[in-house]
């Protein structure tokens, strides 16, 4: 990565905590249309299919604990780790009523857990452009803390979705959420805005080159019409 990219995504992570943390990360979410409040719904819904009972599930960006909180319903235990205190102190009061979970302050590059700990692990809804982060460094990471028959779960938007995801930016925009939408630079599943947020996706043949690195059976499949996932066994 040169300088001036990384420069960018230092940014752009910087960006996350200073506009969209805590209860603005919950508004983002409040103000959803429609259809893409059923692309939610379908992400969490798939990861519901792939818990066991038993199971210990991490999930690396948990934000104000929206998918925990339906976990929790069927995992063991759920623990949440983030990188933005205001989200971790949103997610304590917003999960207060529910046991079954942990969170803490930590970096998905260098996860504070030994080898082999959890049955599932999740970065979803787009995190893995969204850490603005190597990709290959979260999976390996990830890999790494998920035990041996243990699964990575990792989720883009579909392309096909683009015209729903860019609806819901604009009126995170309007909502003063994130800055007025660059339609000039705008465009093939890249959303920047004039503040300096930039959106990006992987697509199918972005993963597939990222996950032919690591020597690990893995599948990409749809969800909802809306949805890339991305499923690893280790």
Do not use: C, H, W
């Given at each position: 990565?040169?300088?001036?990219?990384?420069?960018?995504?230092?940014?752009?992570k910087e960006?996350?905590?200073?506009?969209l943390s805590g209860g603005r990360l919950k508004q983002v979410y409040d103000i959803a249309p429609p259809r893409v409040r059923q692309y939610l719904l379908a992400e969490i819904d798939e990861i519901l299919k792939q818990i066991k009972t038993g199971d210990k599930v991490l999930e690396l960006g948990c934000g104000y604990g929206r998918v925990m909180a339906a976990l929790a319903e069927k995992a063991a235990s759920v623990t949440g780790i983030d990188s933005s205190i205001e989200n971790l102190k949103f997610a304590s009061k917003f999960l207060s009523p529910r046991e079954k979970f942990r969170l803490l302050a930590m970096n998905a590059l260098f996860l504070g857990f030994a080898d082999n700990i959890?049955?599932?692990?999740l970065a979803i809804q787009n995190?893995?452009?969204?850490?603005?982060?190597?990709?290959e460094k979260l999976?390996?990471?990830?890999?790494?803390?998920?035990?041996p028959g243990g699964k990575i779960l990792l989720s883009t938007y579909c392309e096909k979705f683009w015209e729903e995801r860019l609806e819901w930016f604009?009126?995170?925009s309007k909502a003063g959420l994130v800055?007025?939408?660059d339609w000039e630079k705008t465009g093939q599943g890249v959303i920047v805005c004039k503040d300096g947020?930039?959106?990006?996706?992987?697509?199918?043949r972005q993963f597939n080159l990222l996950l032919k690195q690591f020597d690990i059976r893995y599948r990409l499949y749809e969800v909802d019409g809306s949805s890339l996932f991305c499923e690893l066994t280790k």
């Open positions: 990565m040169d300088s001036k990219s990384q420069r960018r995504d230092n940014s752009e960006y996350y905590s200073r506009r959890f049955d599932l692990t995190s893995i452009s969204a850490f603005k982060i190597p990709p999976i390996a990471e990830s890999l790494r803390v998920t035990k604009v009126l995170q800055g007025e939408i947020f930039r959106a990006t996706t992987l697509s199918e």
